[in-house]
T-cell receptor
Framework: DSGVTQTPKHLITATGQRVTLRCSPR?????VYWYQQSLDQGLQFLIQ???????AKGNILERFSAQQFPDLHSELNLSSLELGDSALYFC????????????????FGPGTRLLVL | AQTVTQSQPEMSVQEAETVTLSCTYD???????LFWYKQPPSRQMILVIR??????QNATENRFSVNFQKAAKSFSLKISDSQLGDTAMYFC??????????FGKGTRLHILP
């Protein structure tokens, strides 16, 4: 168990719908990352938050958005869903700045499997 | 841009044998981190081993060890005394500082009884 939790584990929805994926990082971790794993694209970075602020963006579609709340949990919102959005969505966390230097190792949650029908 | 290449899409070895998974990467950075993650059928991403580029000593975690060749930009994973539970997809990954991880496409490893 990595200490990162993600809910829900599975999500089945229809095209055009909107869903929210939730992530709780490991206790004390300030950085949260979102990744998408699909069959054709492999594992791709979507977005990073550090202590509530957006830090980096990857291949995230405009239909997708995320935020990190004051308690450091994060939500990934996916809207106007398309069949191609079906994938496994991972959240990962890392300590960020700790002990005067960045602690970079990312620990992954169990993922949310999204199926768009 | 950084890239990570895993040239072995799939491998099979007998239980108790030693297997080496290959990985090369491309970067102009001097300080970075390299990882091997394991993804078993449960799809959980599990950190196997971590190497900091500034450290010359190869990382070791029990039966798992790496051969890190910085000049050659090579980072292979050796699994000794392989076990059935080692069956999984293995991803080589690169990270620069407090940044995103760039993953290779993975090597599917089958440990045969």
């Amino acid at each position: 168990d990595s200490g990162v939790t993600q809910t829900p584990k599975h999500l089945i929805t229809a095209t055009g719908q909107r869903v929210t994926l939730r992530c709780s990082p490991r206790s004390g971790d300030l950085s949260v990352y979102w990744y998408q794993q699909s069959l054709d694209q492999g594992l791709q970075f979507l977005i990073q938050y550090y202590n509530g602020e957006e830090r980096a963006k990857g291949n995230i579609l405009e239909r997708f958005s995320a935020q990190q709340f004051p308690d450091l949990h994060s939500e990934l919102n996916l809207s106007s869903l398309e069949l191609g959005d079906s994938a496994l969505y991972f959240c990962a966390s890392s300590p960020g700045l700790a002990g005067g230097r960045y602690q970079e190792t990312q620990y992954f949650g169990p993922g949310t499997r999204l199926l768009v029908l | 841009a950084q890239t990570v290449t895993q040239s072995q899409p799939e491998m099979s070895v007998q239980e108790a044998e030693t297997v080496t998974l290959s990985c090369t990467y491309d970067t102009s950075e001097s300080n970075y981190y390299l990882f091997w993650y394991k993804q078993p059928p449960s799809r959980q991403m599990i950190l196997v081993i971590r190497q900091e580029a500034y450290k010359q000593q190869n990382a070791t975690e029990n039966r798992f060890s790496v051969n890190f060749q910085k000049a050659a930009k090579s980072f292979s994973l050796k699994i000794s005394d392989s076990q059935l539970g080692d069956t999984a997809m293995y991803f080589c990954a690169f990270m620069r500082g407090n940044d995103k991880i760039i993953f290779g496409k993975g090597t599917r490893l089958h440990i045969l009884p």
